[in-house]
């Protein structure tokens, strides 16, 4: 099948994938006086006197914005807010389907963090959480800080910590495989944008040691010029060694690359100067940094990518879903670490004993994953003290 073309006819017939529906009658005079007026009056009263009831008495607890400005959608980079518009809408259908998450799109016309914070900030009555998507690096990072810091409910850059979530759970499952411990394996990241940040960030804290990270220049390392204050801040704890040079030089003697960059620039040559037993995951999109069938030839033992025509789709779908249903249910008040390792955790022991080369991740539409990632997610809520329902729903 030709996706492209097919699915650019399917939104043409579809023109729009979510849609607004009723929960409730207003097919007659009592039931529009109890959804509306005289007796919504009732409710109305009781939330200004306890803005918390808005959790209770509306919609609220379940309803999350997926905001975008459009600089980075997918890869296809500033496209701007319209253009943006068919990602977000289907990352909305995917939280409903798989989580039972209510969402809605929300395209901002501006660059600016400044803006982009005082909008959410306004919102923030309106929802339960906030899902930011395919924002720009370095801006994003500034966004999410201050919005973190600002809001009392869960803030969450899927295109960051998502990734990282999914990316983790892959490695976890493909380190039993290849017999390797996460204290002694090299890990290459290329790409040092936001996702790259917060997955080599993320799996320093699983207890990886040595970790590298190349952009188009070659290896980050202290020191260097033309680095923004993310690359600064991230050279302080990885490349221990002070190794500089170019991607194919970082490669050499790794045990683990990870892609997050651009089509094509890793070669078979690459792959093959890794340690033995290498994983590979080439999550650039739509054309990989490599092509798994090079990769497999060159001597990598496992591969993963980012498309779901291939074996191990390392797909951010596997997380967000369940992620929000678990810190809805608690009515988090952040989504912390413990929080997104128990999603990692629980995507990984969904696999149980299927676990295969060629089968290191649930597939995105398995919905026991889904599950999995709630209910983990959920219990690591409660147990790191940022869960303010404490109590499982009904």
Known sequence: MNYAEESLKKHYEWRGKISTVSNVPAGNKEDLSLCYTPGVARPCLEIQKNPELSFLLTGRWNFVPVITDGTAILGLGDIGPEAGMPV?????????????????????KTKDPDEIVKTIKLLEGSFGGINLEDIS???????????????SIPVFHDDQHGTAIVMAAALINSLKLVNKKMEEIVIVINGAGAAGIAIGKFLLGFGVRELIFCDKNGILCEGEKQMNAAHEEVVKITNRKKLSGTLADAMKGADVFIGVSAPHVVTKEMVSSMNKDAI???C?????EIEREDALSAGAAIVGTGSSAKPNQINNV???????????????????????????YGIAETVGDKLDKDYILPYAFDKRAHEA??????KAAKESGVARVKEDRA
């Open 88 to 108: 977000m809408e289907g990352k909305c259908a995917l939280f409903k389907e798989y989580g039972g998450v209510d969402a809605i799109p929300l395209c901002l």
């Open 137 to 151: 690096a370095p801006r994003c990072f500034e966004i999410e800080r201050r919005l973190k810091e600002e809001l």
């Open 280 to 282: 590979v995951f080439t």
């Open 284 to 288: 650039a999109n739509p054309v990989p």
């Open 318 to 344: 596997l997380v967000f879903p369940g992620l929000f249903r678990g810190a809805l249910d608690t009515r988090a008040r952040e989504i912390n670490r413990e929080m997104m390792v128990a999603a990692a």
């Open 373 to 378: 990632v709630a209910e983990a997610v959920a």
